[in-house]
Nanobody
Framework: QVQLVESGGGLVQPGGSLRLACAASGFTFSSYGMSWYRQAPGKERELVASITRTGGTTNYADSMKGRFTISRDNTKNAVYLQMNSLKPEDTAVYYC?????????WGQGTQVTVSS
């Protein structure tokens, strides 16, 4: 079965950085694009970034452009999210996502808290 496991979240001060990782299994990883979403308390889940199968094209939500970088390593079945210049409003649970034949698969999420 499809499995996505996020890691790398934690507590960081404003302006700091974190690198999230998502380990994927149960499907042909290199055949599908991947995405990161996040959900803050009281907010709907929102798209953070996406990346195509080979990593050649990436897309970001406006608030993340210039600060976040999505990447993937198809030899490791892993997708990453490098987060820099973090702000308190970035506080959320971050989820790895794979869309496979119009089905959405999610990891368990990893908590990112940005606070002084």
């Amino acid at each position: 079965q499809v499995q996505l496991v996020e890691s790398g979240g934690g507590l960081v001060q404003p302006g700091g950085s974190l690198r999230l990782a998502c380990a994927a299994s149960g499907f042909t990883f290199s055949s599908y694009g991947m995405s990161w979403y996040r959900q803050a308390p009281g907010k709907e889940r929102e798209l953070v970034a996406s990346i195509t199968r080979t990593g050649g094209t990436t897309n970001y939500a406006d608030s993340m452009k210039g600060r976040f970088t999505i990447s993937r390593d198809n030899t490791k079945n892993a997708v990453y999210l490098q987060m820099n210049s973090l702000k308190p409003e970035d506080t959320a649970v971050y989820y790895c996502n794979a869309r496979i034949y119009n089905l959405y698969y999610w990891g368990q999420g990893t908590q990112v808290t940005v606070s002084s």
